[in-house]
């Protein structure tokens, strides 16, 4: 089976300009996150969706949103881009998601934006 | 808010033997779990060993093992046997148990192996 994929695998944009990373979740999986990992940094929780529905945000500007299809795949998206926005953005699945569960989390190998 | 330090930038051992990597945590949710994760140059975020709070027992799987301290909010890995393969970023991370699905990661400490 495919892990997570996530598309492109990097990407050169300008201040200003407006991004949308994609991801894929492995089959069955319905719980898709989005994070974001500064160079030198661990990585930050933006979003979480479970069936299409947004379950958690975390602390980011309303420049950053996100979606999910019925296929379960995300797209998120950044406007208004900052050179501070660079970093690799990881997308990770999980089968439900659901509070109180330990399911397995996971990764993909990321989206790597470059904003000059 | 919860929050998650690594306090070892980086570390180095040499092939074949022990080394430990520590983190701390704070948080004052009673239900929670904690996870060691391995980022090689890949990128890809792979779990490493993870242990839920309410088990006293520490968790082990093959050459890693954790050491949980719940009332001194530690959780450190310990990597026995290294390995080449072993080299990597290696980061600790917090999740509660209820609400927001959500990691919150530590700073990540860079594990060098020396043959």
């Known amino acids: 089976d495919a892990g997570v994929t996530q598309s492109p695998t990097h990407l050169i944009k300008t201040r200003g300009q407006q991004v949308t990373l994609r991801c894929s979740p492995i089959?069955?999986?319905?719980?898709v996150s989005w994070y974001q990992q500064v160079l030198g940094q661990g990585p930050q929780f933006i979003f979480q969706y479970y069936e299409k529905e947004e379950r958690g945000r975390g602390n980011f500007p309303d420049r950053f949103s996100a979606r999910q299809f019925p296929n379960y795949s995300s797209e998120l998206n950044v406007n208004a881009l900052l050179l501070g926005d660079s970093a690799l953005y990881l997308c990770?699945?999980?089968?439900?998601?659901?509070?109180?569960?330990?399911?397995?989390?996971?990764f993909g190998s990321g989206t790597q934006l470059s904003v000059l | 808010a919860q929050t998650v330090t690594q306090s070892q930038p980086e570390m180095s051992v040499q092939e074949a033997e022990t080394v430990t990597l520590s983190c701390t945590y704070d948080?004052?949710?009673?239900?929670?779990?904690l996870f060691w994760y391995k980022q090689p140059p890949s990128r890809q975020m792979i779990l490493v060993i993870r242990q839920e709070a309410y088990k006293q027992q520490n968790a082990t799987e093959n050459r890693f093992s954790v050491n949980f301290q719940k009332a001194a909010k530690s959780f450190s890995l310990k990597i026995s046997d290294s390995q080449l393969g072993d080299a990597a970023m290696y980061f600790c991370?917090?999740?509660?148990?209820?609400?927001?699905?959500?990691?919150?990661f530590g700073q990540g400490t860079r594990l060098t192996i020396n043959p």
């Open positions: 089959s069955g999986h319905k719980s």
């Open positions: 990770a699945s999980r089968r439900r998601g659901a509070p109180g569960t330990n399911e397995k989390l996971f």
């Open positions: 991370a917090y999740r509660a148990g209820w609400g927001a699905q959500k990691l919150v």
């Open positions: 948080t004052s949710e009673s239900d929670y779990y």
